[in-house]
C-alpha cells in the first residue's frame, strides 16, 4: 500500500494533486493541529482541508482571477492560512505568503513585495477583512488590491488548475529591493522526496512546528511535508514560542512528537530551560519519542547542539535524532543535512589560517564525542587559537554540490574554501521578475547542460563528500533564522535622528556565543560631533530598527563623518566595518552603547548605589559598554586610557554616572581618578559627605588640557559639558 502511494506521488504533477489522494485514502485523518496560547488544539482533516480549499478556490475563480494571478497571503498562523494556500493553488492562481503587517507600522515591506509580485489581490482571514483593510489604508499601493477572505456556503464546483509556479517566497527582510524566489511545483516535489528520504518519514510520524508560515522551512518543512508524507503536523504560534520556549518542549512531549525543526537560537533556549526543569514540580516532559530534531535557518553553533543533547538526555532524548542542515529558498529548501544512519561531523580549525580561507583541521569527530559540552569551555575555544565547525551534512540524492573559486569558478578539491553551488531538480526558477539577478545567481552551465543555484555562502567538503559552511559572501544578516539586508536596517537607522548622517551606516551581524547578534555603526553630522548625544541616538535607533524589522539591535557604534570603511565609487564596506568592530580597531569613536544585557542592570544599580563595591561594578559597566566588551575582562585598577576608553567615550561614562549618583561631577575627575576602583572611593566619599581620598599616581592635568586631547581625539572643536 505504502509503495503504490509513493508510486502515485511521484506521478503527480503538484502537491495540491496530493493533497486530493489523501482526502481519498484517509478523508478522516487529522492532517493539522494549531495549538494556541492555552495548549488548545484546533484541528482538521484532509477531507475537511479539501472541501474548504476547494470552496475557496471557486470563489477565486468567480472573482475571475486568471492562472498564473499572484495573491498576497496576510494571516496570522492559522488553519485559515493553510486553506488559502491550498486552494492558490487548486484555482491555478499562485500564492505570496507574507507576514501581518502590524497597527501603525510602516508598510514599506509589504508595498515592495505588492509591486515587485505584481500582486492581484490579497487573502486573508474572515475575522481580520476589516481591520487588516483599515491598516491598508495607509498605503496607496496595498489599498487599491480586492480584499478577499474564505466564505462560508455552497459554491460552483471548479475543475482544479495547475500552474508551473507554486509560489513565491519572498525573503522576510526584503524591503528596499525585494526578490521573489520562483518555486515551481516539480522543484518543489522534488525537496519534498528528498526530505522523505533522508529524514524517514512516513504515515505515522508526528511533527511539531512553531516556525513562522511564510518562512521557506516553517512552510515546506512545517507543513507542506505533512501532506506530501500523510502524518499528522502539530503547529504553534512563534510567539507563543518565543514566550513559552517550554511549550515546544511540552508539545513534543504530549503528542508524542517524532520530527521537529528550529533554528539553532531555539535549541539554546530550549536547553536553558530544561536546565531549571523541576521535575517534581513541573508538568513531566519525555522527548524520547524524536527520531529527528533539524536544525537550520541560520548558522549552526556545535556549543548548542552539545549542550541541548547533553541536557535534553536526561529526558529521554538521544543525541542521535539531531541533524543540522544547510538550506535556503532557491533551492526550494534543504541542499545537504544528515540521514538517520550518518553521524554528525564538527572539525576543531586553526582559527587564524581560518581566517585566510586556509582548512587546517586540529581535531574532529562526531557529535556524540564531541569536546565542547558546556557554556564554561566556551572561554577556553576563544583563547586557545582554534574554532569549531559543525558539520551541514551531505548533499541530497540526485543533486550535485560543488565548492568553486569565488573569481575563476573552477571547481575546488577538499578542504578548499569557495562559493558553494548546487545543482539539480529541486533548483528554482530564478527571481520574479528580476532577470539581471537571476542569471547571476543562476547561471546555465553548458558543460553539464545545467542551472546551477551560486549561492553566495562560502564553505569546503572533507574526503568523504560532509559539506561545512564557513561564512557568507553576501552581507545578508541571518538572525534567529531570518534574513534582513543591511540596507535596509542602516536606512532605518540613519533616518532616526536629523543629527546623523544620512547614507553613513553599516550594519551586520556578529557571533556572540553561537547566536547572532545585529551591530550598526552610523556616523554622525559634523556639526553634531561637537556635542554627541549617543544615548539618545542610540535609543531612537534601537527603537526604529525593533519598530520597522522586529529586530533587536545589540550595539551601536558611533564615529565621526566619513570614518566608515568606504569603495572608491562610495560603497560601505561592511565585512571590513565588522572585522575592525571585531579587532576593536575603530580609531576615532564618539561613544558605543551596549543594549543586550542582564535587563534593566545599569537603571537597578544606578538606583541602589549603597556600597563602594556596588558603584565600583557600576562603572565597570559603564566601561564595557563603551568598548563593547564583557565586563568580566575590565580590571578595575587599570586606568581607563590603558584599557582603550577615548575622552569622548569618557564623556557617556561620565554622564551616566550624573545620572545615577546626582552629582556635579568636573570633566579632570575623569583624569585624576582615572581607574574604576579610584573613581568609585572618590564618588562614593562625595555621597557621604566624607574627604574625599588622595592618591600619589593621581594625573593632575587641568581641565584646558583635557579639552584639548579631547579635540584632538574628534578631530575639531571640543567642549566641556
Same mark, same amino acid.
Given at each position: 500500500? #505504502?509503495?503504490?502511494?509513493?508510486?502515485?506521488?511521484?506521478?503527480?504533477?503538484?502537491?495540491?494533486?496530493?493533497? &486530493?489522494?489523501?482526502?481519498?485514502?484517509?478523508?478522516?485523518?487529522?492532517?493539522?493541529?494549531?495549538?494556541?496560547?492555552?495548549?488548545?488544539?484546533?484541528?482538521?482533516?484532509?477531507?475537511?482541508?479539501?472541501?474548504?480549499?476547494?470552496?475557496?478556490?471557486?470563489?477565486?475563480?468567480?472573482?475571475?482571477?486568471?492562472?498564473?494571478?499572484?495573491?498576497?497571503?496576510?494571516?496570522?498562523?492559522?488553519?485559515?492560512?493553510?486553506?488559502?494556500?491550498?486552494?492558490?493553488?487548486?484555482?491555478?492562481?499562485?500564492?505570496?505568503?507574507?507576514?501581518?503587517?502590524?497597527?501603525?507600522?510602516?508598510?514599506?515591506?509589504?508595498?515592495?513585495?505588492?509591486?515587485?509580485?505584481?500582486?492581484?489581490?490579497?487573502?486573508?482571514?474572515?475575522?481580520?477583512?476589516?481591520?487588516?483593510?483599515?491598516?491598508?489604508?495607509?498605503?496607496?499601493?496595498? =489599498?487599491?488590491?480586492?480584499?478577499?477572505?474564505?466564505?462560508?456556503?455552497?459554491?460552483?464546483?471548479?475543475? =482544479?488548475?495547475?500552474?508551473?509556479?507554486?509560489?513565491?517566497?519572498?525573503?522576510?527582510?526584503?524591503?528596499?529591493?525585494?526578490?521573489?524566489?520562483?518555486?515551481?511545483?516539480?522543484?518543489?516535489?522534488?525537496?519534498?522526496?528528498?526530505?522523505? %528520504?533522508?529524514?524517514?518519514?512516513?504515515?505515522?510520524?508526528?511533527?511539531?512546528?512553531?516556525?513562522?508560515?511564510?518562512?521557506?522551512?516553517?512552510?515546506?518543512?512545517?507543513?507542506?511535508?505533512?501532506?506530501?508524507?500523510?502524518?499528522?503536523?502539530?503547529?504553534?504560534?512563534?510567539?507563543?514560542?518565543?514566550?513559552?520556549?517550554? %511549550?515546544?518542549?511540552?508539545?513534543?512531549?504530549?503528542?508524542?512528537?517524532?520530527?521537529?525543526?528550529?533554528?539553532?537560537?531555539?535549541?539554546?533556549? *530550549?536547553?536553558?530551560?530544561?536546565?531549571?526543569?523541576?521535575?517534581?514540580?513541573?508538568?513531566?516532559?519525555?522527548?524520547?519519542?524524536?527520531?529527528?530534531?533539524?536544525?537550520?535557518?541560520?548558522?549552526?553553533?556545535?556549543?548548542?547542539?552539545?549542550?541541548?543533547?547533553?541536557?535534553?538526555?536526561?529526558? !529521554?532524548?538521544?543525541?542521535?535524532?539531531?541533524?543540522?542542515?544547510?538550506?535556503?529558498?532557491?533551492?526550494?529548501?534543504?541542499? *545537504?543535512?544528515?540521514?538517520?544512519?550518518?553521524?554528525?561531523?564538527?572539525?576543531?580549525?586553526?582559527? =587564524?589560517?581560518?581566517?585566510?580561507?586556509?582548512?587546517?583541521?586540529?581535531?574532529?569527530?562526531?557529535?556524540?564525542?564531541?569536546?565542547?559540552?558546556?557554556?564554561?569551555?566556551?572561554?577556553?575555544?576563544?583563547?586557545?587559537?582554534?574554532?569549531?565547525?559543525?558539520?551541514?551534512?551531505?548533499?541530497?540524492?540526485?543533486?550535485?554540490?560543488?565548492?568553486?573559486?569565488?573569481?575563476?569558478?573552477?571547481?575546488?578539491?577538499?578542504?578548499?574554501?569557495?562559493?558553494?553551488?548546487?545543482?539539480?531538480?529541486?533548483?528554482?526558477?530564478?527571481?520574479?521578475?528580476?532577470?539581471?539577478?537571476? @542569471?547571476?545567481?543562476?547561471?546555465?552551465?553548458?558543460?553539464?547542460? +545545467?542551472?546551477?543555484?551560486?549561492?553566495?555562502?562560502?564553505?569546503?567538503?572533507?574526503?568523504?563528500?560532509?559539506?561545512?559552511?564557513?561564512?557568507?559572501?553576501?552581507?545578508?544578516?541571518? #538572525?534567529?533564522?531570518?534574513?534582513?539586508?543591511?540596507?535596509?536596517?542602516?536606512?532605518?537607522?540613519?533616518?532616526?535622528?536629523?543629527?546623523?548622517?544620512?547614507?553613513?551606516?553599516?550594519?551586520?551581524?556578529?557571533?556572540?556565543?553561537?547566536?547572532?547578534?545585529?551591530?550598526?555603526?552610523?556616523?554622525?553630522?559634523?556639526?553634531?560631533?561637537?556635542?554627541?548625544?549617543?544615548?539618545?541616538?542610540?535609543? +531612537?535607533?534601537? @527603537?526604529?530598527?525593533?519598530?520597522?524589522? @522586529?529586530?533587536?539591535?545589540?550595539?551601536?557604534?558611533?564615529?565621526?563623518?566619513?570614518?566608515?570603511?568606504?569603495?572608491?565609487?562610495?560603497?560601505?564596506?561592511?565585512?571590513?566595518?565588522?572585522?575592525?568592530?571585531?579587532?576593536?580597531?575603530?580609531?576615532?569613536?564618539?561613544?558605543?552603547?551596549?543594549?543586550?544585557?542582564?535587563? !534593566?542592570?545599569?537603571?537597578?544599580?544606578?538606583?541602589?548605589?549603597?556600597?563602594?563595591?556596588?558603584? &565600583?561594578?557600576?562603572?565597570?559597566?559603564?566601561?564595557?559598554?563603551?568598548? =563593547?566588551?564583557?565586563?568580566?575582562? #575590565?580590571?578595575?585598577?587599570?586606568?581607563?586610557?590603558?584599557?582603550?576608553?577615548?575622552?569622548?567615550?569618557?564623556?557617556?561614562?561620565?554622564?551616566?554616572?550624573?545620572?545615577?549618583?546626582?552629582?556635579?561631577?568636573?570633566?579632570?575627575?575623569?583624569?585624576?581618578?582615572?581607574?574604576?576602583?579610584?573613581?568609585?572611593?572618590?564618588?562614593?566619599?562625595?555621597?557621604? !559627605? !566624607?574627604?574625599?581620598?588622595?592618591?600619589?599616581?593621581?594625573?593632575?592635568?587641568?581641565?584646558?588640557?583635557?579639552?584639548?586631547?579631547?579635540?584632538? &581625539?574628534?578631530?575639531?572643536?571640543?567642549?566641556?559639558?
Amino acid at each position: 500500500m #505504502i509503495d503504490m502511494d509513493k508510486k502515485r506521488r511521484h506521478d503527480v504533477e503538484s502537491i495540491h494533486r496530493i493533497l &486530493e489522494l489523501r482526502a481519498r485514502r484517509t478523508p478522516n485523518k487529522q492532517a493539522y493541529g494549531l495549538l494556541d496560547e492555552n495548549f488548545r488544539l484546533t484541528e482538521i482533516t484532509y477531507a475537511e482541508l479539501l472541501e474548504r480549499a476547494s470552496a475557496l478556490a471557486s470563489c477565486l475563480a468567480e472573482r475571475k482571477l486568471a492562472a498564473g494571478s499572484r495573491c498576497l497571503l496576510m494571516f496570522h498562523q492559522s488553519i485559515e492560512f493553510i486553506v488559502a494556500f491550498f486552494a492558490c493553488l487548486r484555482a491555478g492562481t499562485v500564492p505570496v505568503p507574507v507576514n501581518m503587517p502590524g497597527r501603525n507600522r510602516p508598510l514599506t515591506k509589504w508595498e515592495g513585495i505588492a509591486r515587485n509580485a505584481q500582486a492581484d489581490c490579497i487573502l486573508t482571514d474572515r475575522l481580520l477583512v476589516a481591520s487588516l483593510g483599515e491598516t491598508l489604508q495607509g498605503s496607496d499601493t496595498l =489599498a487599491a488590491l480586492p480584499l478577499y477572505a474564505e466564505e462560508e456556503g455552497p459554491h460552483e464546483e471548479t475543475t =482544479a488548475a495547475c500552474h508551473a509556479l507554486a509560489f513565491l517566497q519572498y525573503t522576510s527582510g526584503s524591503t528596499g529591493e525585494p526578490k521573489g524566489v520562483m518555486v515551481t511545483h516539480a522543484a518543489l516535489l522534488s525537496n519534498l522526496r528528498q526530505l522523505e %528520504a533522508k529524514f524517514a518519514f512516513d504515515e505515522n510520524s508526528v511533527m511539531v512546528s512553531w516556525l513562522p508560515f511564510y518562512h521557506d522551512m516553517g512552510l515546506i518543512l512545517g507543513i507542506l511535508q505533512g501532506v506530501y508524507s500523510g502524518y499528522k503536523v502539530i503547529l504553534m504560534k512563534p510567539a507563543d514560542f518565543m514566550q513559552q520556549p517550554a %511549550a515546544w518542549l511540552r508539545a513534543v512531549s504530549v503528542y508524542g512528537a517524532t520530527h521537529t525543526g528550529a533554528p539553532n537560537f531555539a535549541y539554546r533556549l *530550549a536547553a536553558d530551560k530544561l536546565e531549571t526543569w523541576d521535575r517534581d514540580g513541573e508538568e513531566p516532559i519525555a522527548l524520547n519519542g524524536l527520531r529527528r530534531a533539524f536544525c537550520g535557518a541560520e548558522p549552526v553553533d556545535l556549543q548548542t547542539l552539545t549542550r541541548f543533547a547533553n541536557v535534553a538526555k536526561h529526558y !529521554g532524548f538521544d543525541s542521535g535524532a539531531l541533524s543540522p542542515g544547510y538550506g535556503l529558498a532557491e533551492a526550494s529548501l534543504v541542499v *545537504a543535512t544528515y540521514g538517520t544512519r550518518q553521524r554528525v561531523g564538527w572539525l576543531k580549525l586553526d582559527r =587564524a589560517k581560518l581566517k585566510s580561507n586556509v582548512v587546517q583541521v586540529l581535531d574532529g569527530g562526531s557529535l556524540d564525542n564531541a569536546p565542547i559540552a558546556a557554556e564554561s569551555e566556551e572561554a577556553e575555544e576563544s583563547g586557545s587559537g582554534a574554532v569549531y565547525l559543525v558539520g551541514n551534512g551531505f548533499v541530497i540524492d540526485g543533486h550535485r554540490l560543488s565548492v568553486r573559486h569565488t573569481e575563476n569558478r573552477r571547481e575546488l578539491g577538499e578542504g578548499q574554501i569557495g562559493e558553494v553551488v548546487f545543482s539539480g531538480p529541486s533548483v528554482t526558477q530564478g527571481y520574479w521578475n528580476r532577470p539581471v539577478e537571476t @542569471d547571476l545567481a543562476f547561471p546555465y552551465d553548458e558543460r553539464s547542460g +545545467r542551472i546551477e543555484l551560486h549561492t553566495g555562502d562560502l564553505g569546503f567538503k572533507t574526503a568523504s563528500g560532509e559539506l561545512y559552511i564557513t561564512g557568507r559572501m553576501k552581507d545578508l544578516i541571518i #538572525i534567529q533564522g531570518m534574513n534582513y539586508y543591511p540596507q535596509d536596517i542602516e536606512r532605518t537607522a540613519f533616518e532616526a535622528d536629523p543629527e546623523l548622517r544620512p547614507d553613513g551606516a553599516a550594519a551586520f551581524s556578529v557571533d556572540r556565543g553561537g547566536e547572532e547578534k545585529l551591530i550598526v555603526i552610523q556616523e554622525a553630522n559634523r556639526s553634531a560631533v561637537r556635542n554627541p548625544q549617543c544615548e539618545r541616538w542610540a535609543a +531612537r535607533i534601537r @527603537d526604529r530598527v525593533r519598530s520597522v524589522h @522586529d529586530i533587536s539591535v545589540e550595539a551601536v557604534v558611533f564615529v565621526p563623518p566619513m570614518h566608515i570603511p568606504r569603495t572608491t565609487s562610495g560603497k560601505i564596506q561592511r565585512g571590513k566595518a565588522k572585522l575592525m568592530y571585531e579587532n576593536n580597531e575603530w580609531a576615532k569613536t564618539l561613544g558605543i552603547c551596549v543594549f543586550d544585557r542582564e535587563p !534593566g542592570y545599569t537603571e537597578r544599580v544606578g538606583a541602589e548605589i549603597s556600597s563602594e563595591p556596588l558603584l &565600583e561594578r557600576y562603572i565597570v559597566e559603564l566601561v564595557a559598554e563603551q568598548l =563593547a566588551v564583557s565586563s568580566s575582562v #575590565i580590571d578595575g585598577e587599570l586606568p581607563f586610557m590603558e584599557l582603550g576608553l577615548t575622552s569622548a567615550m569618557a564623556l557617556s561614562v561620565r554622564h551616566s554616572l550624573e545620572r545615577a549618583t546626582g552629582l556635579s561631577i568636573s570633566a579632570t575627575a575623569l583624569f585624576n581618578y582615572n581607574t574604576a576602583g579610584r573613581m568609585s572611593r572618590y564618588l562614593f566619599a562625595l555621597l557621604r !559627605g !566624607g574627604d574625599v581620598p588622595g592618591d600619589s599616581a593621581l594625573d593632575e592635568r587641568s581641565e584646558s588640557e583635557w579639552l584639548e586631547l579631547l579635540k584632538r &581625539e574628534l578631530g575639531g572643536e571640543a567642549r566641556a559639558n
